[in-house]
């Protein structure tokens, strides 16, 4: 679907700030909205009959005004692109929120995923009954109690939604499959942004191997995949090699030093261990990620992490895009974009 013309769409409410969302009725102007698929292989079998799959599905919304660079959004692990759009208390998420400071979004959901479901590889799907595990591991709170000062609603429908946004792998992942369609989809921009969530930042990383036009990362809640020089030791940290971390050449290593990067972590991460490894895991990959960003910056990169509590936003989950304070969030990314002069 394209549609040329611009759409006015249904009036959001609002209220204060730079953005809102109670008070005062607005309307959302896109100039053109569509979807399409990105990347991907075709194989044929012994009787020459086709299969298109190992692609990435996009849809995207433009503002008529719009900046230079749009903003790619990328899921993380067990989400889709549902994770940017309406939160699950049905309010606006950040795939609205940035329309309206005039940047493009562009909603990807990786290969074997949601929309991208139709993979080259199959796996069996059966339910997994692991619902407790992951509401801990994204910090709503320890179930089924919720952190004093969570910034998710505690009404059991927005639970129920919440828990339903999660989709499983319809494939294995394949981070070079995934990342080819990802660096696709910037290659065709031309240049953009790149907004990723959790498993979507370790994406991010292999992706900028295969890519010049990502202009910037916004690393929301990344663990994994932080590439150290070879030519350096090891970080010293609890976690385990190849799954949080790497090890990568010198010259490999220099694209992240080329690059604008903001991470943001959000609240409830312990400062020291913890007996529950759900949580005790963030504790080890916020130290791991300053590391990392102390070692591109001493190479003459550009990175910034926000831990949110150290500057007054508290009880954010693994989910700032779509808690209860998501405007602050965006807030803070506004700014930073601004700084970077990329708005």
Known sequence: MRLINTIILLPIFFSCGIYAQKNVKKTLTIQEQGSFAIGGTITTDENGNQFHGDHGYVFYQKPTHPHKYPLVFLHGIYQSSKTWESTPDGREGFQNIFIRHNFSTYNLTHPRRGNAGRGQTGINIQPIYDEQTWYTKWRIGIYPNYFKNVQFPHDQ????QFMRQITPDTGPIDFDVNTDAI???FDKLEG?????HSQGVMHTWKTMTKTKNIKAVI???GGGFFSFPTDEPHPITEASKEIEYIMVSPDTFKVFTQTPILLIYGDNI???HSNIPELDIWRI?????YQWANTVNKHGGNVTIIHLPKIGIYGNTHFPMSDLNNIDIA???LEWLHEQKLD
Do not use: G, K
Request: charge should be negative; hydrophobic fraction near 60%; aromatic fraction near 0%.
């Open 285 to 289: 990959r916020l130290d791991l990620a």
């Open 331 to 333: 807030n803070v990314i």
């Open 192 to 196: 953009a942004i790149m907004m990723a």
């Open 270 to 272: 312990p400062t020291e």
């Open 157 to 160: 429908e927005s639970l129920n």
């Open 219 to 221: 690393a929301l809640e």
């Open 183 to 185: 660096a696709a989809l």
